[in-house]
């Protein structure tokens, strides 16, 4: 059995135990909470105290290996430079289209309610940061308070200043800091490990006391947050043909045909390096050269990941809109840069140990609690589908831009020549 279906098994299990308990003896069970939930925030504090040292190496060596990538040749630095606009453009497009979502189609206001009740251990919201405070706070005075505070914007922003004022070293030193930050995010992710090996327990735990407080609105509610945050998913998906279309000069349905391949292994495997293969063929059959698909794939695989600052924003404003948290200007801003800046830095994670890594740093930029992902992560399982085919194709689509790019630049030089 898989870690995913071990982690869902016991979200269901907590949900319908705590229901059941509640039906038999109300008091009895409701007292049971006052040993799950300490149980599951100290499981929740476990993965937690790991995600500042973990954010600042991920951003180390995928900084160092996005610049590598850059200074590979001239089409993949074009790659880079191309990957970078798509990634702060379809977080942009989630910060607008996700709280229309949640506007159009709202959790209802009991189950909303219930909900936070549940959720014990979710701070009050406090004062709405402006824009003004989001320039303010964006560069730190002091690194080290920043990480001890949870100041994920400012840390990040340290980050990966530092990130880049590594690739301008010397090849010694350079290679020595890139080998230390691997090895520290190397020992996080065995610590992660182990957490996560403990999961079904801390799920458990978290999903009993919703269950008990909420009864059967929980599994409304899961419903409600996968088919919005999917939604975002789905809309980057969509965008790929428009962008073939428009920058890479392939007709819709030319690649639709080629793309359906790569989609289809995709949703078959959630891996886009298992539909790298397809992905290639695809390439080709929309006129990609073998030389410049082997070149931007290989890289878009490694670095690039289309659909995930979309939807890490849009699953912490929707844990904002659940949990009643008001987001200002300011905070919406935070968790725009964190999400498309953290994004280059995660994408080799695995999809439990991503989850956290992604999402958490942008619910903490934008003071959104964050006790909603133990019970979040247990069904990630179907969004994921969403991000995999989400990426694969903005992978080909970004592939066909380069391409056109790369032929109209060789032209003007033979015409030139």
Not at 153 to 178: D, H, K, N, Q, Y
Not at 321 to 333: M, S, T, Y
Not at 334 to 349: D, K
Not at 361 to 387: Q, S
Request: include cysteine.
């Amino acid at each position: 059995m898989s870690q995913a279906t071990r982690i869902l098994l016991a979200l269901l299990a907590g949900i319908l135990i705590g229901i059941a308990a509640v039906a038999v003896d109300r008091d009895a069970a409701l007292s049971a909470t006052k040993v799950t939930q300490p149980l599951g925030a100290a499981w929740l504090h476990a993965l937690q105290m790991v995600i500042v040292p973990l954010i600042v190496g991920l951003l180390v060596t995928g900084i160092a290996a996005t610049a590598q990538a850059a200074r590979a040749g001239r089409i993949a630095g074009r790659s880079v430079a191309l990957f970078v606009v798509v990634l702060w453009s379809t977080t942009l497009m989630a910060a607008v289209i996700e709280p229309l979502i949640l506007d159009a189609w709202p959790l209802p206001d009991a189950w909303s309610a219930a909900l936070r009740a549940a959720l014990t251990g979710a701070a009050a919201p406090g004062k709405v940061p402006g824009l003004a405070d989001f320039f303010d706070t964006i560069v730190p005075t002091n690194v080290v308070a920043a990480a001890a505070a949870d100041a994920f914007l400012p840390l990040t922003v340290f980050a990966l200043a530092f990130a880049f004022a590594i690739t301008r070293l010397e090849p010694e030193p350079r290679a020595l800091l890139v080998s230390f930050f691997r090895a520290i995010t190397d020992a996080m992710l065995v610590i992660i490990g182990w957490v996560l090996r403990l999961a079904p327990i801390g799920v458990f735990a978290l999903a009993y006391g919703v269950g008990a407080r909420t009864g059967a609105a929980a599994f409304g509610a899961l419903i409600h947050y996968i088919v919005c945050v999917s939604a975002i998913g789905f809309l980057v998906l969509l965008a790929g043909y428009p962008l073939a279309r428009l920058g890479g000069g392939v007709p819709f349905g030319r690649f639709a045909r080629a793309a359906a391949p790569a989609q289809a292994v995709a949703v078959s495997t959630q891996s886009s390096l298992a539909s790298l293969p397809a992905m290639l063929k695809g390439s080709g059959e929309i006129g990609v050269a073998p030389a410049t698909a082997g070149i931007v794939l290989p890289i878009a695989v490694a670095i690039f990941r289309a659909t995930s600052p979309a939807m890490n924003l849009a699953v912490a404003l929707y844990v904002a809109r659940w949990l009643d948290v008001p987001i200002g200007p300011g905070q919406l801003a935070a968790g725009i840069a964190t999400a498309a800046i953290t994004t280059m830095g995660s994408v080799s994670l695995p999809g439990t140990i991503s989850y956290f890594a992604s999402v958490a740093p942008v619910a903490f930029a934008m003071g959104v609690p964050i006790e909603a992902l133990g019970l979040l992560v247990a069904v990630e399982t179907v969004p994921d589908l969403f991000r995999t085919v989400g990426n694969v194709t903005m992978d080909i689509a970004v592939t066909s831009c380069v391409a056109r790019r790369d032929k109209e630049i060789s032209h003007e030089t033979t015409d030139a020549g």
